[in-house]
């Protein structure tokens, strides 16, 4: 790839970022970061991703659930409050804040297609919110975190 090509490809990653960003409610982007830009985030992403066929869910809903049953069940596993803030991943990283809980949760889970992931900025905790083949009759919660030893 030419590096004309590279700087393409990357001012897409990031105009996809602020569409999809964009059409969240409930929340305040934060900051956006560049590629490569939050090395940290990075790290500890790959390592959750190294772990996750381990992982059992840490809890199920039943997929015909209502979507206010499937929020207020992210609301409450998750213990989502207003002002807390996440790293969430949209083409790049970005910090996000929230600050209507029911709103952003609902957003988040239209916007991204029953799937997301947010990481504590704290980076202490992974959560991925959704479904897989582990389970093909609920959503999965899955809550990960960070080692003692990383």
């Known amino acids: 790839m030419t590096e004309r090509q590279k700087l393409i490809a990357h001012k897409q990653s990031i ?20 590629e490569n830009e939050h090395q940290a985030v990075n790290k500890l992403y790959a390592s959750y991703i190294k772990h996750y066929n381990s992982l059992e869910p840490y809890s ?32 790049v990283w970005a910090e996000i804040e929230i600050l209507d809980t029911a709103m952003a949760v609902q957003s988040l889970w239209t916007v991204f297609s029953h799937n997301f992931l947010l990481i504590k ?30």
């Open 15 to 34: 105009q996809f970022a602020k569409r999809t960003l964009s059409q969240l409610k409930g929340i305040q982007v934060v900051q956006l970061f560049q």
């Open 60 to 91: 199920r809903l039943y997929y015909k659930s209502s979507v206010e049953q499937i929020c207020k069940w992210i609301i409450d596993t998750l213990k989502l409050s207003p002002k807390t803030k996440y790293f969430i991943h949209c083409g």
């Open 121 to 150: 900025s704290d980076l202490s905790t992974i959560t991925e919110v959704g479904s897989d083949s582990r389970d093909e009759y609920h959503y999965l919660i899955d809550i990960w975190e960070k080692p003692n030893n990383y």
